[in-house]
């Protein structure tokens, strides 16, 4: 894929807009054959913050600076540990419109409606979803409702799981700092799913969730008037994420969900990624499998260069 000025210039325009709005995490959208967005950053920590409280400040999801920090003790860092950021992302290979969640990212990205005279926008934000037997559902759905200080109402499901516990929930949470829902909560088609903030802003980038897709309070809040109702939402399983940068292909890889805790590679979910991007390459080239199996055995949650060679054994 030949580098040409256009792109290079986009490229330009990109990292500037990110120094400048990286609080918002929005970007210029590439165009439709590039999928990356963000640059990575590092910053310098000491014993006196977490790895927690760096993922909120700047925001990104816990489980995101783990992977890309896996050599730091994410309570307790050493004085002038140098911490690498993950914010750069590959965009999810679906189409380009409305909120789009990726489960094992943990991450959501919305795809508004072009202002007029201005480039289209992406806006990407980490999320919390389901855990062990309370997956978040895949497929696609919308946005029915929403509401400022929402009330909660738990399911007896979940009554009877924190009952157990010791914990009794009342069957109706009123709007205020003890509801889970936090402040904006979006509705969606599924019933009995939501898109919501929350009062427990450590656990964003974790699989603690039943099912519903939890927010910084910042971050849901800064969306909330931009999402209107009806807004199509895709929730996909996208482990292994392929997509260019000018020239280079690249691979973003981040653990599969399995109910066995296993963070070995999906071999099935890679080889299909592997197969559907090979199908895009110029004829004779394939993806490099030994190079991306080694990307998906340690896998960063950041984009990474993966080979590309010569296919001399016919077609992938």
Known sequence: MPVNLRLFALAIICAILYVSVAVADKFVLPPDDQYMIGVVREITVGRDTTLSDEARRYNVGFNEIRLANPWIDPWLP????????????????????????????????????????????????????????????????????KTTDPVWRPPESIRNEH????????????????????????????????????NKPYGIGMQVTHGCVRMYPED?????????????????????????YLDMLYLEAHPP????????PDIKSLYDAVRKINEKLAPGQKVDWDDALRIARNPAGMPVPVKVI??????A
Request: aromatic share 6%.
């Open 220 to 244: 849901i809040e800064a969306i909330y008037d931009l999402v209107p109702v009806g807004t199509p939402v895709n929730i996909v399983q996208q482990p292994y994420k392929f997509g260019w």
């Open 257 to 264: 969900f399995r109910g066995d805790n296993s963070t070995a």
């Open 310 to 315: 010569q296919n001399e054994n016919g077609p």
């Open 78 to 145: 050493e004085n002038g540990s140098k911490v690498i950021l993950p914010t750069q992302h590959l965009i999810p290979d679906v189409p380009r419109k409305g909120i789009v969640l990726n489960v094992p990212e943990m991450r959501l990205y919305y795809f508004p409606k072009p202002e007029r005279n201005s480039p289209p926008v992406v806006i990407t934000n980490p999320v919390s979803i389901g855990r062990g037997d309370w997956e978040t559902p895949l497929g696609q759905t919308k946005v029915i409702a």
């Open 163 to 198: 009952a157990a516990e010791g914990d009794i929930l009342p069957k109706v949470v009123p709007a205020g700092p003890e509801n889970p829902l936090g402040k904006h909560a979006l509705r969606l088609g599924l019933p009995g799913y939501l898109i919501h903030g929350t």
